[in-house]
């Protein structure tokens, strides 16, 4: 099993910055790849972004957050990251992390295996 705890949520104005933090622990080396997804009051879980946790971290971006978010990842402290610029209130949501043993990078929340538990990111305008 792989466990995942998420970090660095908070309140943060309109413009402003934060980065959020996913620390694996357990059997981290199954994790082909980590992602990172929200979910604000009344909607699904939507993808923001994915990185493959192999040499070379192949990412992908919803469109939504291309140009503002960046993730990455730290192989030998085996946390994935989220920098998440130029926040609007329409960011406003419950950021979680994910894992995936099946696929090298993914978009789909079925496609992943482990969850951390989510950390409240509130943009105020």
């Known amino acids: 099993q792989v466990q995942l705890v998420e970090s660095g949520g908070g309140l943060v104005q309109a413009g402003g910055s934060l980065r959020l933090s996913c620390a694996a622990s357990?059997?981290?080396?199954?994790?082909?790849?980590m992602g990172w997804f929200r979910q604000a009051p009344g909607k699904e879980r939507d993808f923001v972004a994915a990185?493959?946790?192999?040499?070379?971290?192949?990412?992908a971006y919803a469109d939504s957050v291309k140009g503002r978010f960046t993730i990455s990842r730290d192989n030998a402290k085996n946390t994935a990251y989220l920098q998440m610029n130029s926040l609007s209130p329409e960011d406003t949501a419950v950021y979680y992390c994910?894992?995936?043993?099946?696929?090298?990078?993914?978009?789909?929340?079925?496609?992943?295996?482990?969850w951390g538990q989510g950390t409240q990111v509130t943009v105020s305008s």
């Open positions: 994910a894992g995936t043993r099946r696929f090298p990078v993914a978009v789909d929340r079925n496609k992943y295996d482990y």
């Open positions: 357990g059997r981290t080396f199954s994790v082909y790849a």
């Open positions: 990185i493959n946790w192999s040499a070379g971290g192949a990412t």
